[in-house]
């Protein structure tokens, strides 16, 4: 099979919307078509939903946006023998190796993400000369069937409706990941209620959006004059505006006799549903801000970053069966597989914990094992050798000393100081640009253009993170207060050598 294949074949789906006119029946269908493994409709149906839907599109980028800050790496386990770590360590060089050379891997695991949804994910395996990985390219989901619930799967090339045998596929060419309770199924239902619900309100909008008004006409009109008056009466209500004979007079209908309309009661419980399916029972999607505080995005930003790590762990493992033991088998079949991937997030809070007690133990006279730190922070840490105060043979920018080693020194550390912190501050912003990549990485226009505006939208938050960050500050502060220091010290150093000696008042009377 080839991307273009596919995308000729989708030509006559493009053409077909299956949203108009979708009842519930229709939707019940589907649903039944999927459980006997014809997915083509339904996946299709799922997609539109997806476009059209605002509360479950939210709901998908916000778990994708999540799942993609998280970072991804190859370890192998911290308990090992001794005599297996020489091994194991070149296994995880050697599988990061071939993680590296796969040119679209943070959209692969986000087309894994997925799944969560739509119930299942391809990415068939797409190798190099060498053997090597070089992409896993997503194969949409309505080109798929399998012979009943958990039949073999099989390629339907021209996604057939109904079609449950297709062609057969060697399933060590793809990786695969499957959910049995996608979100979608819920969704699906929900979106088609909402849409019969919005559909009586806009007829009842129709009807009662503008007050009923009527006229009264002054006692004793003639017969002969009553078409006259009824014009003019219209003429006044028609665009509220007229003037109306002496006696005539006009009313109105009050809100009360119009009732209360239940119609945004229920669209709104619908959202609820699709957003309990899809953060696994927690509303803070639908939490209003009232712009006090950030309390209620922060709480948001949680739950979503909460279910992406626990997405991630399903990913991982699906990586590491379906990737990691064939890749090591082929480059070291002689050995036990001991390096595995891991898609993960690195808790910044826990991170400053470890450095924090690393600090205090250090102050009490104890020093923490650099290699059990590494593990514990995620960082590659190594010993720095000790260092003279920098009040010690440094100087200021602005100072001129004699040698100029002293000042060249401090402004070299000062600058990788700086250049360091900002790297810090920065990260938020260069991972996101990274994902962006790899979102533009298609040929698709509309995923482009709705890739750019989901970062033009995160703008400000990307801006505040690096704002908040305080690395840049903090290293200033240090570089401007150690120049004071220096300073200060030349100073005295330069002053004692030239003051004048006081003359001794010993022994002098008054």
């Not at 709480?299 to 279910?307: L, W």
Request: net charge negative; proline share 5%.
């Amino acid at each position: 099979m080839s991307l273009y294949s596919l995308r000729m074949a989708d030509r006559w789906r493009s053409a077909y919307n299956p949203l108009r006119g979708l009842t519930m029946s229709r939707v019940s269908s589907m649903l039944d078509e999927g459980e006997r493994g014809a997915y083509a409709d339904l996946q299709w149906l799922y997609r539109k939903i997806e476009k059209r839907d605002a509360t479950l599109r939210g709901v998908v980028r916000k778990l994708r946006a999540a799942l993609l800050k998280l970072d991804w790496d190859v370890k192998v386990p911290a308990d090992l023998p001794e005599a297996q770590k020489a091994m194991a360590e070149t296994q995880r060089r050697a599988l990061r190796a071939e993680y590296d050379k796969i040119g679209n891997i943070r959209r692969a695991l986000a087309f894994l993400a997925l799944a969560e949804f739509r119930g299942f994910s391809h990415l068939e395996i797409v190798r190099g000369t060498g053997g090597s990985v070089v992409r896993l390219e997503p194969v949409p989901q309505w080109h798929w069937c399998r012979d009943g619930l958990y039949g073999d799967w099989q390629f339907n090339e021209l996604s057939t409706s109904g079609q449950t045998i297709g062609e057969p596929i060697d399933a060590r060419g793809f990786i695969i990941r499957e959910v049995d309770d996608p979100v979608d199924e819920i969704a699906a239902i929900a979106f088609v209620r909402k849409s019969l619900s919005q559909k009586d309100w806009d007829g009842f909008v129709e009807v009662y959006g503008i007050p009923p008004l009527f006229g009264v006409m002054p006692p004793g009109v003639p017969e002969t004059e009553r078409d006259k008056w009824q014009a003019m009466m219209e003429q006044a209500v028609g665009d509220s505006r007229g003037v109306l004979p002496s006696g005539g007079d006009v009313k109105t209908v009050g809100d009360s006799a119009r009732g209360i309309q239940p119609f945004e009661g229920h669209i709104r419980y619908q959202d609820e549903q699709t957003v309990l399916a899809g953060t696994s029972g927690k509303l803070t999607m639908l939490t209003v801000s009232t712009g006090m505080n950030s309390g209620q995005a922060d709480a948001q930003e949680g739950t979503f970053d909460e279910i992406a790590v626990a997405q991630a762990g399903e990913i991982s493992e699906v990586m590491q069966e379906q990737f990691d033991k064939p890749t090591l088998a082929r480059l070291f079949p002689d050995q036990i597989p001991l390096a595995y991937f891991e898609l993960a997030a690195k808790e910044e809070s826990d991170v400053d914990g470890e450095f924090d007690r690393a600090l205090k133990a250090s102050q009490a006279g104890y020093r923490i094992d650099v290699a059990e730190l590494s593990e514990k922070t995620g960082y590659t840490l190594s010993e720095v050798p000790a260092t003279p105060p920098q009040s010690q043979g440094l100087s200021v920018f602005n100072r001129k000393t004699d040698p100029a080693a002293p000042q060249e020194t401090f402004r070299q550390a000062s600058m990788d100081a700086f250049a360091k912190a900002l790297a810090s501050d920065l990260a938020p912003l260069r991972e996101r640009m990274a994902a962006l990549v790899d979102e533009l990485d298609t040929d698709d226009e509309t995923a482009r253009q709705e890739a750019l505006a989901q970062l033009e939208s995160e703008l400000p938050n990307l801006f505040k993170a690096v704002r908040a960050n305080g690395a840049t500050d903090k290293a200033l502060e240090d570089i401007l207060t150690t120049a004071a220091v220096n300073g200060i010290d030349a100073a005295s150093e330069k002053l004692a050598k030239i003051a004048p000696q006081k003359p001794s008042t010993a022994g002098m009377e008054k």
